[in-house]
């Protein structure tokens, strides 16, 4: 006797086994409810929405709310859900869809075959889609922009005379307070870093206010600013002022083995520069007598058409004329005086070098300069001092 016939002569009764089969649509979303369970086992709670969670969490957030509305599906995971995550509130208010609509929303629709793999997140492209409109649309308008202004002002300066140059965001990721950055074709400033919190994958992160220079801020997050530098192709931070030498034994073409910088105040009878003599100064640099410098200025526009009389002058050694007029104008730029005048010909001339900028803080740029600390302070205006 076989087996068979042995178990059938003592009268016992074999149950057949049963084959469980299962639709796509079935296989889907366990597999998308097994991406769940995986979450709460590494961080012991169910996920959560917000803008201020890792994509990937605000997607499995959004996916356990349309499986909690989806009967058949409870009924499909109920074997699954140890954690009776099934059973908790619906957390996001999304409008009413039908089934097809919900599970496209969950990425797991009906798609042809070499789709329906569960690791082809289609809804995590969307998501980040719809997140990078949400972080455009976040920008408001910059209330203090007048703060910012002569910052950009003095950056766009810098980077045409290269003072600054820009460089593929990527090689150094860090985001700090003060750093400038090129994104959506955008000059941006950091402005200020909030304090750090804990992203869902354990790393760190910060809220930011970043200002950009079409007069609007926003407060993104400084991996989402990273995000957005690294998937933008013209994407790129703008570097630090790099002065290099400015005294030294080393000679370059621009050098000048002996020269001064020289502070002007102007005795034209204007009376915007008369009402405001006393603040209103040009900076410039010679390798040669000052005197013979301005010997002409009230027949040359460069002086307002006026006579000068020097209030300072700084001796300095084996220093470069160009990236020394950059300081400056770095500097002071947001102070250049806004003033047009006739040349002898009637033609508007806008001088430059001149700038409302008291003496003694022009004492101090200089004393800076001469012991680098210049590259750390900028001019505020409206104190009428150098800041950090």
Known sequence: ?????LLDALGVEIPSLKTVTRTPREERIIAGFEDILRFYQTYGRAPLHGEDRDVFERLYA???????????????????????????????????LDEDALLTELGIGGEPADQDDISVLRHVRSSAEKRAAEEIADRTSCADFDRFQPLFELAERDLKS?????????????I??????????????????????????????????VIYANGTESNLLRRSLQRALYKDE????????????????????????????????????????AEH???????????????????NAQKDATYLLADVEV??????????????????HRLFG??????????????????????????????????????????DVVYDPHSARLVH
Do not use: C
Not at 1 to 5: A, E, K, L, R, T
Not at 183 to 193: D, F, N, S, T
């Open 311 to 328: 209030v300072a002058t700084y001796k300095l050694h084996n220093l470069n004329r160009t990236r020394l007029e950059s300081i400056f």
């Open 234 to 273: 013209t994407g790129r931070r703008v570097t630090d002022p790099d002065m290099g030498p400015l005294f030294g034994n080393a000679s370059e073409p621009d050098d000048i083995e002996n020269g001064t910088i020289y502070v002007l105040r102007s005795l034209s009878s204007h009376p915007f520069v």
């Open 277 to 295: 003599r006393e603040l209103i100064h040009k900076i410039g640099v010679t390798g040669g007598r000052v005197e013979t410098r301005i010997a």
């Open 334 to 375: 947001g102070a250049q005086l806004d003033l047009t005048i006739e040349d002898r010909f009637g033609h508007p001339v806008k001088p430059r070098e001149w700038f409302l900028v008291p003496l003694h803080v022009i004492d101090e740029a200089v004393e800076r300069i001469r012991d680098g600390s210049v590259i």
């Open 162 to 174: 290269e003072v600054r140059k820009t460089l593929r965001f990527g090689r150094d990721a860090s």
């Open 1 to 5: 006797m076989n087996d068979d016939d």
């Open 62 to 96: 959004v996916r356990l709310d349309q499986l909690r509305k989806l009967p058949d599906a409870q009924i499909l995971l109920a074997e699954l859900d140890g954690p009776n995550l099934l059973t908790g509130a619906v957390t996001l208010d999304v409008n009413d």
């Open 176 to 209: 700090e307070s003060g750093n400038y950055f090129i994104v959506g074709g955008q000059l941006a400033y950091v402005a200020e870093i909030g304090e750090t919190i804990k992203a869902p994958n354990g790393e760190s992160d910060a809220r930011l206010r």
